[in-house]
């Protein structure tokens, strides 16, 4: 005799327990001072190495094609793509992210994942900045707090960390196959 069960998927899904980005989304000011933090960050490198450059009698050309620019230069981009898209990608922060207390989380209040952040970042922050910021300004005019590539990638950007999370299990059922007839072979 063969029999066929209904099989029923159980999905474990994390949310959070009355996530409101209109309360919880980031100052504007606040937000300006996180992305000011975040280039001087980048920009202090190769200035750095100018500087070092500079001290060590390099003038002009010569100057400017030396290896310590050109290193600062490299680390700079380096140190760039780290903080602008690595760190975002496992932790929700840039460093001037973490220093001011903001978190990027999806629209819904769950970390985002990696599509969303290379989305955001890769896309969007372009976007804004070929809008002449007026994509970031637009973070001051609505209630929500959220910039133009907050719009493209479904994000938001909250002061603090939600820690409202709580589990629920989503059952998904698959369409029930068609009972089989048992068939008996004599013996």
């Excluded at 937000?31 to 450059?53: E, K, N, Q, S, W």
């Excluded at 981009?77 to 932790?91: D, S, W």
């Excluded at 002449?132 to 133009?148: D, K, P, S, T």
């Amino acid at each position: 005799m063969t029999k066929i069960k209904n099989s029923a998927q159980v999905a474990e899904k994390e949310y959070i327990k009355g996530f409101d980005p209109v309360e919880l989304h980031a100052p504007f000011i606040l937000r300006c001072g996180a992305m000011i933090i975040d280039y001087m960050i980048v920009l202090a490198i190769p200035v750095g190495t100018l500087l070092l450059g500079r001290m060590l009698h390099y003038d002009g050309a010569k100057l400017l094609n030396s290896e310590i620019n050109n290193t600062g230069w490299l680390i700079a981009i380096l140190v760039c793509a780290t903080n602008f898209l690595i760190l975002p990608m496992f932790g929700g922060q840039s460093l001037g992210k973490m220093l001011t207390g903001l978190r990027i989380v999806r629209h819904d209040g769950t970390t985002p994942g990696f599509a969303q952040i290379a989305g955001r970042h890769l896309i969007g922050y372009p976007m804004t900045l070929f809008s002449a910021m007026l994509g970031f300004v637009l973070a001051a005019f609505n209630v929500e707090g959220r910039a133009l590539h907050d719009y493209l990638s479904g994000t938001v950007v909250v002061y603090g960390k939600p820690e409202r999370k709580v589990k629920t299990l989503v059952k998904k059922s698959k369409s029930a196959a068609p009972s089989a007839r048992s068939q008996e072979n004599p013996a």
